[in-house]
């Protein structure tokens, strides 16, 4: 990593309120030129809940001066009841949390320092919410960069996958956010007399987000709010769409570079749910901020290059994975870098490849209820235990179908597809695939993934129970990605019905059978690419990472040194426990002399031969302190379900200099519809 001291441009740093059309205030960060005044600059702004005083500073402190360094005025701004902001958050990226942004990008057109061209910027909620407010098409929003984001809120973010609730970040999430929203803001930035008050606004209107995610189970109008796949023509900014292989999220990036009419690149390489600069695992990382500026130089000041210019780049440029060893972590993932002109692209085309010969017989597909315990972390941030393990052991509670070893390499890119023929035992099912590269030896590497909860087989707005004893067809897509086979290594497809904690299991199954599947009528669609569609290209080439010199924050692990993931089986009892630190990143203390305290647990647990003993629990307690200023936040939020309902507890206190501000439980139950 290069830090860069130097720029062409003098920086200066103000915090300003942005007015909003009701009146609230949201409160913002402003890098930028000094002499904007006198040559104004475009501005880039990046809009989150997540605390730029605290949470986001060291990350904020890599990306914002950099950018007014090279002539941008660079803006973090706080979202309503977020931070330091006035008002209170209800929800993700609600009606009022869109309209605010479009205040927040008209306001930044008229200052006088602004060229009055404005571009956003984030990754997850704020490349979410920058495709959302594009979709508004404010005026001066003339491009945007989406990095590990979603146009899809239902069937691609942290509530459903294929219609099947997602017991590992429903859950997870939902504490994350009361832990946030329940935060207080900084007396050093709204004041002494108001910090209290505010805080104590906050922790009135709080109510879990789980009561309402859970109370949407199909694909409804809650859901299509938000999500761009609904109207791709309503974009009309420049999108540079940015996603990594070992994120949830990569698919977006596929899908807009497909449908968007705006002018759309895409790139995806190997990383996490990362910005691609900061070199966490897995790398390689490259000069993202570099690449972005050539984003921003040509949309919002005219820069135009030619031949070298953004638009000259390729459609999407992919890295293509080589075969690893199964590993939950990779510092650096092996590989090679390609490129297509269009998605969907000549140079893939589809394979398909039956799971049985002709007369084979079927199979029952009948999985234990942890099935899915070595499925790895929902989302991946390069920690150490982050990526599915040797897939060995869950391969050996699904029923998998092996190709014959492979006597040339085979290259995939894009999203595959499994087509099976099955009956399902139990109105209510699900199945799960997974496309594993096999060695040798054995061990068995995860490719990809991909859920259907069979109830959501004939679209993700309706929920039709299964007619035991017939057969259909099911068809889903598998999660996107760029690998290779090696010869000699076998293509495996695992299949199963349950896959917990990733996936809540149906409430009732039958005691005698599950899926029943014909594997001479069903099979598997790879993306093949030609592996010889890049000859004669230049190379893809990035510059090194290069970043504003770092914030100088301490850090300290978090206490007690626990494991990040642990695994527990009470062979007495049949229980699996699974527990995970998130480890966000522990606490911290700033140069202004805040220090941020942080501890979370997740804790997943469910009963063999007993799929209503699923429970998922979130903990989390976060202190801020400075000077006389103590406040401390403690949340707790469990879910579990009967076979009719699911049944949320969720727990608050909220205490300042050791008095207790708020404490606040709920009991809330909502019927299960179709998850």
Known sequence: MKYREQFDREVRTEDVWIPTRDGTRLHARIWRPVDAAEAPVPALLEYLPYRKSDWTAPRDAQRHPWYAGHGYASVRVDLRGSGDSEGVMLDEYTATELADGVDVVEWLAAQPWCTGKVGMFGISWGGFNSLQIAAL?????????????????????VHYTGGAVLGIDMLAWAGTMLAFTARPPDPAT?????????????????????????????????????SVCEDYGAIDAAVLAVGGWADPYRDTVLRLVEHLDAPVR??????????????????????????????????????????????????????????????????TMPGRWVADDAWPSPTVTWDERPLGGEGTEPVIVRSPLHTGIDAGRFFPFGNATDLPPDQREEDGRSVCFDS????????????????????SASPRAHVIARVCDVAPDGSSTLVTRGVLNLLSRH?????????P?????????????????????????????????????????????????????????????????????????????????????????????????LVRHDVATGEWTLEVDPNYGGSRTYPDGLRYEESALETYRIRGGDPRSAVASSQWTVRLRRGDWDAMVVTRTELHATATEFIMDSSLEARANGETVAKRTWHHTTPRTSA
């Not at 492979?406 to 597809?417: A, D, K, Y």
């Not at 679209?459 to 007619?467: F, I, N, P, Q």
């Open 137 to 157: 098409r404010p005026e001066p929003l003339k491009a945007i960069v989406t990095v590990c984001s979603t146009d899809d809120r239902y069937d691609n973010d």
């Open 469 to 565: 004893g017939t057969y259909e067809d099911v068809e889903f897509e598998l999660n996107g990605i760029g690998y290779a086979f090696p010869p000699g290594h076998r293509i495996r497809v695992a299949v199963s019905d349950q896959y917990w904690p990733w996936v809540w299991p149906h409430g009732e199954r039958d005691e005698h059978g599950a899926l029943t599947v014909r594997p001479a009528d069903s099979a598997v669609l790879l993306p093949v690419r030609d592996p010889g569609a890049d000859a004669g290209r230049p190379p893809i080439t990035f510059e090194e990472p290069e970043q504003a010199p770092p914030l100088p924050v301490t850090t300290e692990p978090p206490a007690g040194n626990r494991p990040e993931r």
């Open 459 to 467: 679209g993700r707005d309706k929920a039709v129970e299964w007619t």
């Open 266 to 331: 895409g790139l995806i390489g190997p990383w996490s749910h990362q910005y691609p600069d900061r070199g966490l695992p897995p790398g390689p990382a490259i000069g993202f901020l570099q690449e972005t500026l050539r984003w921003w130089d040509h949309w919002l000041k005219g820069v135009d290059t030619g031949i070298t210019g953004v638009m000259a780049d390729p459609a999407l440029r992919s890295w293509i994975n080589d075969p690893v060893p199964p590993a939950t972590h990779y510092a």
């Open 190 to 226: 709204v004041g002494e007399d108001r910090w209290l008050p505010m805080w104590r606004e906050r922790l009135e209107a709080l109510e879990p987000y789980l009561h309402t995610w859970l109370a949407h189970q199909r694909r409804d109008d809650y859901w299509r709010h938000g």
């Open 404 to 423: 014959a070893p492979l006597t040339e390499r085979v290259e995939i890119l894009g999203r595959p597809r499994v087509r099976l023929r099955l009956d």
